[in-house]
């Protein structure tokens, strides 16, 4: 019963260096979410997807993409990290993005951008 | 726009001594109101929702909250705190109808149960 899973779960990155943050769910929901998470600032959204086929950016989106794979993955890319992107990232899932569901997270990624 | 406040960043008690962890919410119309907790090193966990009904909503764990409309407020309490119950938590609000479905998420407040 694996739910949201996250890889990889640390990185260490050197300024402009790119990557790829991937999740994954296996409960069938629709809807999928990438926050951000910094002391102080609590959870903020970067992108999400309502439904396969669709990403909307969120509260915090500048030097980030997604991409919905598939029902069920959904991946972020940092094309150019900066140091300002040292973050811990959480994605997470619903069954849809209207309903009054709970959100599941994963279990989250430590970046480090030096 | 929707907005949540948690004005503590920490709550210190004592081990099986009631607790609250306060919230305040902003939004227009009615508001579903949620809270999760975080553990160190893991991801956020559901622990109850106040969807509409009864003001007082139990949870996970021997958590539950009430729910405030006139004060917009939605504190999470226990009656008597455990060591185990250490941890980061989280108050979210989101629109019932109409706007962004995506909920908004406080600042976090740290739990700490001294034994």
């Known amino acids: 019963n694996a739910g949201v899973t996250q890889t990889p779960k640390f990185q260490v990155l050197k300024t402009g260096q790119s990557m790829t943050l991937q999740c994954a769910q296996d409960m069938n929901h629709n809807s999928m979410y990438w926050y951000r998470q910094d002391p102080g600032m609590g959870l903020r959204l970067i992108y999400y997807s309502a439904s396969e086929g669709t990403t909307d950016k969120g509260e915090v989106p500048n030097g980030y993409n997604v991409s919905r794979l598939n029902k069920r993955e959904f991946s972020l890319r940092l094309e150019s990290a900066a140091p300002s992107q040292t973050s811990v990232y959480f994605c997470a899932s619903s069954e849809t993005d209207r309903g009054n569901g709970k959100l599941f997270f994963g279990s989250g990624t430590q970046l480090s951008v030096l | 726009a929707q907005s949540v406040a948690q004005p503590e960043d920490q709550v210190n008690v004592a081990e099986g001594n009631p607790l609250t962890v306060k919230c305040t919410y902003s939004v227009s119309g009615n508001p579903y109101l949620f809270w999760y907790v975080q553990y160190p090193n893991r991801g956020l966990q559901f622990l109850l929702k106040?969807?509409?009904?009864?003001?007082l909503v139990k949870g996970s764990y021997g958590f539950e909250a009430e729910f405030n409309k006139s004060q917009t407020s939605f504190h999470l309490k226990k009656p008597s705190a455990l060591v185990s119950d250490s941890a980061l938590y989280f108050c979210a609000v989101r629109k019932a109808s109409g706007g962004s479905y995506i909920p908004t998420f406080g600042r976090g407040t740290s739990l700490i149960v001294h034994p």
């Open positions: 106040y969807i509409t009904g009864d003001n």
